[in-house]
């Protein structure tokens, strides 16, 4: 009788360390609801979000605000998803967006950076870059590119022609072929003239 008693009591505290399971820095519990701040700089490389009351990074994605609009501060709620079985390139933890807390207008003019090439697995890298109606898109119908000048806007031409020669190469040739910079860092604000659906480019800088 007392094994049998032991091992109940021997499950129950497996079943109890597994609802009590936390993860990351933050000890956080699947299910777990937080509040996160997102700042301005949307799709940027010096995006930051980060968790309250901490005021640190939080260090996993925030899933599902489609709604969230460049040059715009957020405070938001959002629940905690563990994912016990990742894909074996895919995170196995995130946040999942709950609703707005507070908007708040970006005041600033502070410079940031954004990346015109990207890396997928599989894929390879990937040119960030559109062309529709005479206007440069860098998130298709959510980011336009602006430009400051003249020069910049022949350099976003040039970007945009070596992504058309790759696409040709895929149609005739059904060959994968790279872009001809290894990255294309652009350093852009948020367009006074278009606030929240541009960026202004002040500086292209590529890497061969």
Aim: charged share 25%; net charge neutral.
């Amino acid at each position: 009788m007392m094994k049998y008693l032991s091992l109940i009591f021997f499950v129950l505290f497996l079943s109890a360390c597994s609802k009590d399971e936390v993860y990351g820095p933050f000890k956080l519990k699947n299910g777990q609801e937080v509040e996160l701040l997102v700042d301005h700089r949307y799709a940027s490389v010096n995006e930051s979000l980060l968790i309250l009351p901490q005021n640190k990074p939080a260090e996993m994605s925030l899933r599902g605000f489609d709604a969230r609009k460049p040059g715009y501060n957020y405070r938001v709620k959002a629940r905690l998803n563990v994912n016990p079985n990742p894909p074996q390139d895919g995170p196995d933890r995130w946040f999942n967006f709950i609703g707005v807390i507070s908007e708040e207008k970006y005041q600033g003019n502070e410079p940031f950076e954004i990346m015109l090439i990207k890396s997928y697995i599989p894929g390879g890298p990937v040119i960030i870059l559109r062309k529709t109606n005479g206007k440069y898109e860098y998130i298709e119908d959510k980011l336009e590119l602006t430009y400051a000048s003249q020069a910049l806007k022949d350099q976003l031409e040039e970007i945009w022609q070596n992504a058309l020669e790759i696409g040709a190469n895929w149609e005739v040739n059904h060959q994968q072929s790279n872009p001809k910079w290894k990255f294309i860092k652009a350093t852009v604000s948020h367009d006074p003239a278009n606030f929240g659906k541009a960026y202004l480019v002040q500086r292209i800088d590529f890497g061969m």
